[in-house]
T-cell receptor
């Protein structure tokens, strides 16, 4: 099945800094999602982005499907951005079963 | 509208007990998924339903795990004779499954601890 790798595994920032999280996937995909898992364990949808570029406030994402990677950009980070960021992709099935990466643990200090 | 809901949020079971975890998907969502998340790991696929049909159960770790969705809405994941290695967060997700769009929405999870 498809494999998903995320980098870096850990990231520590000062409030206000910018960051880029990367997700590599091993095959063509029909679904690519970025999630933020908050301290209570809830997976919050950030982007549904199997290809192209999207922006939502301080967050943006780009997926280059032909090169099998996706990037999540966080600008002007805030302490509330802390948590685990997951990339998940799906390919090879008709219904979008997700394979998750190991996540990036982001810590933003005030 | 309402999101995916799961109950109970926390469950403590003694080894050998049976447990049942419930998922209420977003109204109208055809697809329903169960995932298992071990501590410090990303979620891993367990099983998939399209309406009431269980089309993929390749991720279920053993025959002690059983899932159903009899009326194509609410789903129950049952674990028989729980073992300590079953301790994890169990996540449910649903998707509208319209053509070429597969975005999944997750519930808050059920944290199962087997003692």
């Amino acid at each position: 099945g498809i494999q998903v790798e995320q980098s870096p595994p850990d990231l520590i920032l000062q409030e206000g800094a910018n960051s880029t999280l990367r997700c590599n996937f091993s095959d063509s995909v029909n679904n690519l999602q970025w999630f933020h898992q908050n301290p209570w364990g809830q997976l919050i949808n950030l982007f549904y982005i199997p290809s192209g570029t999207k922006q939502n406030g301080r967050l943006s994402a780009t997926t280059v499907a032909t090169e099998r990677y996706s990037l999540l950009y966080i600008s002007s980070s805030q302490t509330t951005d802390s948590g685990v960021y997951f990339c998940a992709s799906a390919g090879g099935t008709s219904y979008g079963k997700l394979t998750f990466g190991q996540g990036t643990i982001l810590t933003v200090h005030p | 509208g309402a999101g995916v809901s799961q109950s109970p949020r926390y469950k403590v079971a003694k080894r050998g007990q049976d447990v049942a975890l419930r998922c209420d998907p977003i109204s109208g969502h055809v697809s329903l998924f169960w995932y298992q998340q071990a501590l410090g790991q990303g979620p891993e696929f367990l099983t998939y339903f399209q309406n009431e049909a269980q089309l993929d159960k390749s991720g279920l770790p053993s025959d002690r795990f059983f899932a159903e969705r009899p009326e194509g809405s609410v789903s129950t994941l049952k674990i028989q004779r729980t073992q300590q290695e079953d301790s994890a967060v169990y996540l449910c997700a649903s998707s509208f499954f319209r053509a070429a769009v597969y975005e999944q929405y997750f519930g808050p999870g059920t944290r199962l601890t087997v003692t």
